[in-house]
């Protein structure tokens, strides 16, 4: 007797980032706020993995992922460097990150949802542009009439920010390396999410048109 066997697809190379992108985006999501740890794609296996405890009590403020099929690459550090007029800065190479805002209580990650990007964080790391794009589930009864970041009020905003600034940090250590050198809108948004989908293209679909 044949067994058939359905093989799932990879969160970052077998799900597309979605018809409509950039206006509408999939993303995967890695850790939600009420996780403990966080989350992280395995690059290989396409399978969630531990990567650390949360540092502190405060968790995710927002289902946090990224979009499929995108990579933070050489458009996406030409980007940061004609915004900022830094030198000498180079692309994360990981997936384009994405924060979910959401009414929702959804209770675990690896799920795909859609979202809207609204707007985004210019966010660097040593040398390295990791942005963070800032998005509203579709059609979310609270969050889902959003268009622009701006329309966020300076306490949400700055939940965001905090969270980014201080995730990395371990207690009993300084020297932080983590800046956000600027906030953008949505247009802004949909540009860095194009530059990424460029990016994977050219390094992992280096034949395609």
Same mark, same amino acid.
């Given at each position: 007797?044949?067994?058939?066997?359905?093989?799932?697809?990879?969160?970052?190379?077998?799900?597309?980032?979605?018809?409509?992108?950039?206006?509408?985006?999939?993303?995967? %999501?890695?850790?939600?706020?009420?996780?403990?740890?966080?989350?992280?794609? =395995? *690059?290989?296996?396409?399978? !969630? $993995?531990? &990567?650390?405890?949360?540092?502190?009590?405060?968790?995710?403020?927002?289902?946090?992922?990224?979009?499929?099929?995108?990579?933070?690459?050489?458009?996406?550090?030409?980007?940061?460097?004609?915004?900022?007029?830094?030198?000498?800065?180079?692309?994360?190479?990981?997936?384009?990150?994405?924060?979910?805002?959401?009414?929702?209580?959804?209770?675990?990650?690896?799920?795909?949802?859609?979202?809207?990007? %609204?707007?985004?964080?210019?966010?660097?790391?040593?040398?390295?542009?990791? =942005? *963070?794009?800032?998005?509203? !589930? $579709?059609? &979310?009864?609270?969050?889902?009439?959003?268009?622009?970041?701006?329309?966020?009020?300076?306490?949400?905003?700055?939940?965001?920010?905090?969270?980014?600034?201080?995730?990395?940090?371990?207690?009993?250590?300084?020297?932080?390396?983590?800046?956000?050198?600027?906030?953008?809108?949505?247009?802004?948004?949909?540009?860095?999410?194009?530059?990424?989908?460029?990016?994977?293209?050219?390094?992992?679909?280096?034949?395609?048109?």
């Amino acid at each position: 007797m044949k067994i058939s066997i359905a093989y799932k697809a990879h969160p970052w190379h077998g799900i597309a980032a979605g018809e409509k992108a950039p206006a509408v985006v999939t993303a995967f %999501i890695e850790i939600v706020p009420t996780d403990t740890v966080k989350y992280e794609i =395995d *690059k290989v296996s396409g399978w !969630l $993995k531990v &990567d650390r405890p949360q540092n502190f009590a405060v968790g995710v403020p927002a289902l946090y992922g990224f979009v499929p099929q995108t990579y933070c690459d050489q458009q996406v550090a030409a980007h940061c460097m004609a915004t900022t007029g830094l030198q000498n800065i180079q692309g994360d190479r990981d997936p384009l990150d994405i924060l979910v805002l959401t009414e929702k209580n959804i209770s675990n990650g690896g799920v795909l949802v859609q979202a809207i990007p %609204i707007g985004g964080l210019l966010m660097i790391d040593k040398n390295e542009a990791d =942005d *963070k794009i800032i998005a509203v !589930l $579709k059609d &979310d009864a609270v969050y889902g009439h959003l268009t622009d970041i701006e329309q966020l009020n300076e306490k949400q905003l700055n939940k965001l920010k905090h969270y980014f600034l201080t995730y990395k940090d371990m207690p009993g250590t300084s020297g932080r390396t983590v800046e956000i050198a600027t906030v953008y809108g949505p247009e802004e948004a949909r540009s860095v999410i194009a530059k990424s989908m460029e990016d994977y293209s050219r390094t992992f679909n280096p034949y395609s048109p």
